[in-house]
Each structure stands twice: as C-alpha cells, then as structure tokens.
C-alpha cells in the first residue's frame, strides 16, 4: 500500500518523511497543485500533495481537485488521510479539536465534480463517503498524540473563499451540520471514483460567525490556532502512518471496488479520449 497525505491550511510539508524527493506528475487534467512529496516512514510509502500549494498560492475554488487525485493515484496512492481547517457549529467542537468527520454536505457550485461525463457516464455511491477503516486508523491515532478528537460529524463544504454570513451559519447548524469548510468536495466525492480509501481530518480553528460570544471569524485569527493544529496534524499522520501496514485487500468497506457496475455507457458507446484520460482512476474497469 501506499499512503496519501492531502495537506490543508498550514500544512504544506512534513519535515519527518525518510529519503523524501519531490516528483512532478503529470496528467490529463491538468496541473496538481504542487509536486508530489515522496518518502518513507519505517519503510512505508508515503506519497504529500499541498492542497493549495506551498506557501498557500491557490484559493479553494481554484484547486484543480481533479488533476490532484489523478495524480496520487498515479503515484500508487492507495489510501488517503485529507487534513482540512474548518470552523465549528457545534458547541462542543472547541478551537483546536480534531473531527473525523463521517458525512458531508456539498454546497459547492463552482468546480468540476466528476471524472466522468458525456462518452463514459458513471454512477458511484456516496452514502457513506468516507473509508471507515481509514477513519478509525485516524482517531485512534489523534488519541494517542493527546490532540482532542471527535469522532464522527457531518462537514457542510461551502465555495467560499468568503466566510459565512451569520444566517447561513444558523441555516447550517439548523441542518445538523458539526464542521464548517471549502475544500473537502469535491475532493471526496472524486477520490470515492478513483476508488481510494479516504478520510477527513477536520482541525477546528474557529466558531464560525454563529457563536454569540465570539468574535466573528477572521483569517488572522483562524493562522492564530492554525499553528498549533499544523504540529498537532503531524504528529497525528506520523503516528498514523506505522498503522496503516497491515492494510486489508480488498478494503472490509468496498472503497477499493467503487466502480464495480458504476459504468452506465456500453463499452462499444463509450468515448474513447475520455476512456484514455480515466487510464489511471477507473483504469480496473476500463
């Protein structure tokens, strides 16, 4: 196996990876957001891709999502550990907690969402977006580090890149959402198509706007917990990593098998341009 690292706001290196070398990939969906960060911990692989870059250049609607999990799965990325800032709804959800989120809302409007379209149609489930096995591992590993954790948790993704206004933070919270952010969709919902275990490590830096008796949310003071989460986020992912050896094949929750009968467009109908382009994230089934 070989395990991915999606880092988010703050994290754009991990100064701990063995014989690290960075490897520009290329793909048909364009350029990633950086070069892929390559290295091993105790012999695993390991594969980090900055979200927004390093030194944060791209803004979240930016993000070429899809050119970032093509690119992992060329790698031989098999699992993914995605580290994302967000505010809290809840709370309970103080600054500085981790949620290991198990559901999402996407209100993104601005982002291709798919690998697939016109000349090769596919259908995957999302009922349960995020690899189960993959979120134990985490919160498992964020207790061990003594970082405050919360297991399960709904993450509503907004298109940002302005923060919410206080009645849509109500609106929210009136759904039942726990977690506030703008990057986690579409990436899910494509790394669900590439067929990859993947999971979200939400780091609370914020109230939102909703919290009466808390400032509304401004960027300087969301970089003011950002820091502390960073190293806490670290910490987690090296802990992590060491339990990720004994990786069951296939995966107990079919993450591994998301494409099987997803396929709707006869193979004899299917464009075959698109089907070259999907070569790496639906190649098991093309």
Known sequence: MTLGIIGGSGVYDIEWLEHPRRVSVAGPFGEPSDDLLIGELDGLR??????????????????????????LKRAGVTDVIALSAVGSLREDLAPGTFVIVDQFI?????????????????????????CGRVAGIVAASAREAGTPCVEGGTYMVMEGPQFSTKAESELYRRWGASVIGMTNMPEAK??????????????????????????????????????????????????AAAKFRDRPVPCPHRCDRALDGAIMTAPDARDPALAARLAAVAGRVL
């Open 46 to 71: 390991l594969v980090f891709l900055p979200r927004h870059g390093r030194g944060h250049r791209i803004p979240p609607s930016d993000v070429n999502f899809r050119a970032n999990i093509d690119a």
């Open 106 to 130: 996407d209100r993104t409007f601005a982002r291709p969402k798919t690998f697939f379209g016109p000349g090769l149609v596919g259908h995957v489930s999302m009922a349960h977006p995020v």
């Open 190 to 239: 494509l790394a669900r198509e590439a067929e990859l275990c993947y999971a979200t490590v939400a780091m609370v830096t914020d109230w939102d706007c909703w919290h009466e008796a808390h400032a509304d949310v401004t960027a300087a003071q969301v970089m003011a917990v950002m820091g502390k989460n960073v190293v806490a986020a670290r910490e987690l992912v090296r802990r």
